[in-house]
């Protein structure tokens, strides 16, 4: 049997995009138009026959619009079916119109929350009659159309064309599945909104929403399928890729996205001028400096074998100078707060470079949530939004770390953070030299980190290790004094790890043997 073609609508939005094109589109195929409120008014205004939803139900809008669509004869026209011999005679006994199609979008409730309003205009904004509509059309989709997107007007009227003014099964099918994510999204953000108003981080039930931004190619592997989702409320709008505008460049992959997350929230972390350097989800470079450029130079140094192919993450406008440099160096994604005119000039002849540009900086000890599946499950915990200052520092060796040392151990430390477990990091004059990742065993870290030193220097041609007059972090303690005298061995002068293991004092003995200083934050920084 064809799908009927579609007699009476009822539309009424909040989100008046297309509107009016969409009302007038409908009523010359002779469908009649129902409406309320503002929708009604700017459908008139377009010239378009439209009644009223208080004509069909014979009761006015009362309670400031509270109450105006939860009545029989909307909701009877909604789920009425059109092949049930009781639901038939109900609505015929009871005068009830079937409605054919409903275009609903929702009270803009994140947008008055994100505009700062006080609480009873937010709970003012929390939509009862929309989502109840919404979700009894989706629920009668064999019969009822539902549209709460105004993007896809078009593709109602496209099926309307092709169908003799009907729209097909399948069709409906896919537009009921979008109304229910539409409704569990929007109830979802008011509950997220709730339990922040009453302080609560992991609430017994938890409800996320996200709206796809991008379908990707695929995802760490070409067997995998990805997409890319920016998540709403509070854990959403942070600074950083889901933000960001690219300005040129190829389509972000899955693992470009994720390595640029990686590398923009760690050079965040800096108030001086900063460039990070990742490859795989680890920076492989990251200095400080006066200049932008300087610092360029200063983290591409530390690894360049590794940079190639690397996310280049800055925390300043990026400049010419420093973009000219940039344009040496096969990359794949730049992102900075700003690109600046010049520096879009020079990156232009990289046509494949990916650039992305922010338009600020994600706070370094802001609040939010991390998240990560498990097989059935999910892993939420709060952002790692620890900081150690000068004043944290709890020197436990004989020898205290000096101004310059201090400063080095400080930066070292700030940059373990970001680098996956169990971390080594060797930093001097503010620039990692030597960066070990990822192992199982910490004295693997330390030996890697001095290698790779080594064979950065080496290729520069230099003759004395970069580790030598450097200083050490570890992201969490030292289990043994081995790690602690590999790194000894390197040059190292001063040491700064978060203390706490059982060999606390062995490994203090180790360095005070060595004439090392080292200083305990009390803080770790797993990052796995």
Known sequence: MSDPAIQRALLSVSDKRGLAEFARFLSERG???????????AIRE???????????TGHPEIMDGRVKTLHPRIHGGLLGRRDH?????????????????LAVNLYPFEQTVAGGADRGACIEKIDIGGPAMVRAAAKNHGFV??????????GVMQEMRAHAGAVTETYRRRLAADAYAHTAAYDAAVAEWMHAQEGTTFPRELSLAGR???TLRYGENPHQDAAFYLLAGRHGGRPGVATATQLQGKD???????DTDAAFEAVAEFDDPAVVIVKHANPCGVAVADALADAYDKALACDPVSAFGGIIAVNRTLDAATAEKIADLFAEVVIAPVVGAAARRVLAAKKNLRVLETGGLPAADGDGLAARTLSGGLLLQTRDAGHVSADDLRPV??????DRERADLLFAFRVCKHVKSNAIVYAKNGATVGIGAGQMSRVDSARIAV?????????????????????????AFFPFADGLVSAAEAGVTAVIQPGGSKRDDEVVAAADARDLAMVFTDMRHFRH
């Not at 469908?31 to 008014?41: D, H, P």
């Not at 377009?46 to 069909?56: D, F, R, Y």
């Not at 539902?146 to 007007?153: G, L, T």
């Not at 060796?397 to 000096?402: L, V």
Request: glycine share 8%.
């Open 145 to 154: 159309t539902v549209v709460v997107n105004p993007d896809d007007y078009a």
């Open 31 to 41: 469908v009649e138009i129902l409406s309320t409120g503002g929708s009604a008014r």
């Open 397 to 402: 060796t004989g020898r205290q770390p000096s």
């Open 46 to 56: 377009a010239g378009v026959p439209v009644t009223e939803v208080a004509a069909v």
């Open 85 to 101: 011999v009781d639901d038939q005679a109900a609505m015929a006994e009871h005068g009830i119109p079937a409605i054919d199609l």
């Open 451 to 475: 290698r790779k030193a080594a064979d950065a220097a080496e290729a520069a041609g230099e003759t004395r290790p970069r580790t030598e007059g450097a200083v050490v972090a570890s992201d």
């Open 252 to 258: 972000l992959s899955y693992n470009n996205l994720n």
């Open 212 to 214: 796809r931004k991008q």
